[in-house]
């Protein structure tokens, strides 16, 4: 059993003077692993909300394909409806929407699922890190499924520098302050304006054309994102993803944070080699960084009983957080929101059948409304 004095820690809590020999010099000693008594399943926990959450994101990408078909070719088929769904992928369109519900207090009319899903991974941010990020965005699993093929293919991953990764990290915040200022000046009747716009009305049929019909610059900028998320990990997210940058601005201020317990704690480093966000674990006491995902990858790599949890901050009582824990919050926050939106008849938008069946099949031919 680890007892203080063997960790060099007094009674009171203060660090004890390290052990010397007769000469005069520091002995250091090794810390005794104490093994985890109970086997860590976070990353089967993850990885399960990370195929199924992409499973449904492919469930309605068919689905809105099929919709978008049916007026592409002029024969609609009854019962078939739009999946608003599909508006979690207009994260501009949420942006939008939240500023207009924040100025006037009601819910927009067109894409209002895009406001609801907005709020609910901003939700996740505050309580509960970027969990959105690592456990449910689409684009993250598939740029975790890349580096992982890399690091099986040329048995490792690489790193950019250090001069290199700070100013490409800036990158994310750089167009997260683009959005943001373009969003905040606008006001709350331009924002209905422009939703009510044909562009506004079929963003995201637009947006499905992108990926449908990309020219050729588009072709090659997926193709060099694709590239690069082989060799670096997490290549979009950690560079230029602005939504990871806002919600990893607001995890700033979650109550949740990895906390490292150094009584416990061997010093082995595992964890730090684990973070995909390739952030010092073992060098801190808690991570508060922007960066931290909420994997929960660090905690998986720790051999040690207790020494790596995710938990609340010391005046809330140092609460731990099991992966069990963490899951149900994901599910509770998303499925309940998303429930609250569908209960009050504010999931689906109010924009008729005869507007799509005119604006669809012209949808690469719609112009922007805003110069």
């Known amino acids: 059993m680890i007892t203080l004095e063997k960790l060099g820690v007094c009674a009171d809590g203060d660090t004890a003077a390290p052990p010397q020999s007769e000469s005069g010099k520091i002995l250091f000693m090794r810390k005794k692993l104490m093994r985890r008594s109970d086997p860590d399943h976070s990353q089967r926990w993850r990885h399960s909300f990370q195929i199924a959450f992409l499973l449904l994101n492919v469930w309605i990408g068919v689905a809105f394909y099929l919709w978008v078909r049916q007026f592409e070719a002029g024969t609609p088929v009854r019962g078939m409806t739009r999946p608003a769904g599909v508006e979690g992928w207009l994260p501009i369109a949420g942006l939008m929407n939240f500023k207009y519900w924040w ?69 994310k915040y750089l167009l997260l302050g683009f959005f943001v200022w373009a969003v905040s000046s606008m006001t709350a009747g331009a924002i209905d304006q422009f939703m009510h716009s044909p562009y506004g009305a079929i963003a995201d049929v637009r947006m499905l054309n992108f990926f449908r019909y990309p020219g050729e610059t588009a072709a090659i900028v997926l193709a060099v994102l694709v590239v690069a998320s082989v060799f670096v990990q997490n290549f ?84 731990g957080v099991s992966p069990w824990g963490m899951a149900a919050a994901i599910a509770l926050l998303f499925f309940g929101i998303v ?33």
């Open 103 to 171: 100025s006037t207090g009601q819910i927009p009319e067109v894409h209002p699922a895009a406001l609801f899903l907005f709020v609910a991974f901003l939700a996740m941010a505050f309580l509960l890190r970027k969990a959105f990020c690592s456990w449910l965005c689409p684009v993250g699993t598939l740029s975790e499924y890349l580096w992982r093929a890399g690091r099986q293919i040329f048995r490792r991953n690489f790193r950019v520098p250090r001069w290199l990764d700070l100013p490409l990290r800036s990158l």
């Open 339 to 371: 429930g609250f939106a569908r209960s009050t008849g504010h999931w689906n938008g109010a924009v008729p059948d005869y507007v799509y069946r005119q604006l669809v099949p012209q949808a690469s031919q719609v112009d922007h409304p805003l110069p």
């Open 236 to 319: 979009w997210c950690r560079y230029l993803c602005p939504y990871g940058a806002l919600l990893g601005l607001t995890s700033l201020i979650s109550p949740l944070r990895i906390t490292r317990f150094q009584p416990a704690c061997i010093d082995c480093a595992k964890c730090s080699k684990a973070c995909p966000s390739s952030l010092p674990v073992d060098k801190l006491i808690t991570i508060k960084s922007a960066e931290c995902t909420g994997c929960l990858e660090c905690v998986a790599a720790c051999p040690a009983e207790d020494a790596l949890v995710l938990a609340t901050p010391k005046w809330m009582g140092s609460r």
